[in-house]
């Protein structure tokens, strides 16, 4: 239901109906997943290219992630301008929205999808992460 909600906002940052992408989805037809991840109490070795979880963007069109808001998250995304990683620190109780690949198609380039990676500091990290895609004939 939020990943439909979200998807009518950006329908509508593009200029179509609000109900674009709603075609895209139906209860018994999608590729919604809810993951819990375990990142090891392994610190991440940059230099070394060892991280929790490596440069990725995801495939479908949102992914919305719970990520520990004590400053320690290890979450970074990728700013193609200055092309370095940035931290990111999100305020106590919120969530983290990521662009896919396929939203950025979709949106012709609108919002870009987002390139991500997690870094551990030596304790165990379990964030949450909601992928949301439509089936798969939806996505050629």
């Known amino acids: ?56 963007s995801d495939y479908g069109a949102l992914t919305i992630l719970a990520v520990e808001n004590d400053g320690t998250s290890g979450l970074e995304i990728y700013d193609r301008d200055t092309e370095t990683w940035v931290p990111v620190t999100p305020p106590p109780d919120h969530f983290v929205l990521n662009v896919g690949d396929l939203l950025e198609r979709w949106s012709n380039g609108r919002f870009a999808s987002t390139r991500r990676n997690a870094c551990t500091a030596a304790a165990l990290r379990l964030p949450g992460a909601s992928r949301f895609a439509p089936r798969d004939a939806a996505a050629e």
């Open 1 to 56: 239901a939020l990943g439909k909600r979200l998807l009518r906002a950006f329908a509508r940052a593009c200029g179509v109906d609000d109900a674009y992408f709603d075609a895209h989805w139906s209860a018994s037809s999608h590729n919604c997943v809810l993951r819990m991840l375990k990142y090891s109490a392994t610190r991440s070795d940059e230099g070394a290219g060892a991280f929790a979880c490596g440069a990725h």
